[in-house]
């Protein structure tokens, strides 16, 4: 595990600690698995460092998913549409 510092959509930091998952094709993009309260038994989340919104999430127990989960997500979406989503911000390579 290590420790992030991302920024949420109001400039606001916050220290993440997770492990960093690189997706072929999207290797400028920094995301970063981490524990997220999902409901009332907790899980885990997918966030994009430089704007710190969460792309993807789950229950916990399925972290092994996690990957796959965001894959997909960008397959069906595409590069174009998450950097649209995500805003004209830094990047965080």
């Known amino acids: 595990m290590q420790k992030f510092l991302i920024q949420d959509e109001f400039g606001r930091p916050h220290e993440l600690l997770g492990e960093e998952v690189v997706v072929p094709g999207f290797e400028e993009i920094q995301f970063i698995l ?6 009332k038994h907790g899980g885990w989340a997918i966030t994009e460092r430089s704007s710190g919104k969460r792309i993807t999430s789950g229950k916990a127990g399925t972290e092994h998913l996690a990957r796959e989960q965001l894959e997909r997500q960008l397959l069906v979406h595409g590069k174009e549409a998450l ?3 995500l805003g004209k911000g830094n ?3």
């Open 34 to 39: 981490h524990a997220w309260l999902y409901d």
């Open 83 to 85: 950097l649209r989503v």
């Open 91 to 93: 990047l965080s390579s």
